[in-house]
């Protein structure tokens, strides 16, 4: 999963932090990643930006897994000493078995 949200951010984000924890209903279960991935300098920052704006309606193909949500929760950007942007977002991976 980590590799599919890097890759649509062509590769220049790092990942600051990531959480996962299980998630279930009556019908479904999976995991909720809650990650927060760091975008340095004017090629990243402009990854970044195209990774908030096609994150929610992107069709993430991981093996057995559907990704059923997908969610930025936040967006921080610095100009000074250097473009610098932090993009928090949450997914809802369900087992496709």
């Given amino acids: 999963m980590r590799t599919a949200l890097l890759a649509l951010s062509g590769n220049q984000g790092e990942v600051r932090h990531h959480s996962e924890t299980a998630w279930a209903s009556i019908t479904f279960a999976g995991t909720r990643h809650r990650l927060r991935l760091e975008f340095e300098g004017v090629e990243a920052v402009a990854a970044g930006e195209e990774l908030v704006a096609a994150l929610p309606d992107h069709e993430f193909t991981i093996p057995r897994q559907l990704v059923a949500d997908a969610t930025v929760t936040g967006v921080e950007s610095a100009l000074e ?12 991976l369900l087992e496709d078995v």
Wanted: glycine content about 0%; overall charge negative.
């Fill in 81 to 92: 000493p250097a473009p610098r942007m932090l993009v928090e977002c949450e997914l809802l």
